[in-house]
């Protein structure tokens, strides 16, 4: 369903419909505990989602999250749907002692809402956000 709906979860005309994972790779997908997604539903509506990884670290704390995607459906933004799945995050995150969370916001929007939910800002010169 988020496959074919994928526009309405994103800024307007950014995204379009995605090809589902078949059967066997949806099952996979949710088995792997790196893989967390909460989805958000109202009035017999899925209205919002986000999906994070867990990162593995090296050194330090054994684990981080990078909140790799979210997105609320247009017709429901401003209505609190954002800030209760990042409370989901955050409740997961103090029941299994994660203290770090990252995002790329990639859209003004996005940045006043993180900042709303006490995410700061990297400085400018801190990173380079690049891909192949
Ligand atoms: C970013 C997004 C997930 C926010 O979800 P949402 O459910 O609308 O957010 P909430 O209603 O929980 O907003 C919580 C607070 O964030 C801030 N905020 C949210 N959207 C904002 C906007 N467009 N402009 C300024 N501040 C905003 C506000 O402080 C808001 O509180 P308030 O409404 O009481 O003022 C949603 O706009 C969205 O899906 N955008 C398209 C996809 C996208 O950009 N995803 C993120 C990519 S990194």
């Known amino acids: 369903m988020l496959c074919q709906e994928e526009a309405d979860f994103d800024l307007e005309d950014r995204s379009k419909a995605a090809t589902p ?21 109202a009035e017999g509506l899925v209205v919002g989602h986000m999906s994070c990884c867990l990162i593995r670290k090296r050194a330090g704390d054994l684990v981080e ?7 609320v459906r247009g017709q429901y933004r401003r209505r609190g749907v954002g800030r209760t799945l990042l409370g989901a995050l955050n409740d997961w995150m103090a029941a299994h002692q994660v ?4 995002v790329v916001a990639d859209n003004p929007a996005a ?20 891909s192949r």
Do not use: I
Request: net charge negative; hydrophobic share 50%; aromatic share 16%.
């Open 21 to 41: 994972l078949t059967d066997e790779a949806s099952r996979a997908y949710l088995a792997d505990p790196s893989v967390l997604h909460w989805v958000a539903a």
């Open 65 to 71: 999250v990078l909140l790799y995607e979210m997105g």
């Open 99 to 102: 203290k770090e969370v990252w």
């Open 111 to 130: 940045v006043a809402f993180y900042q709303s939910a006490g995410f700061k800002k990297a400085p400018e010169d801190a990173a380079v956000y690049m």
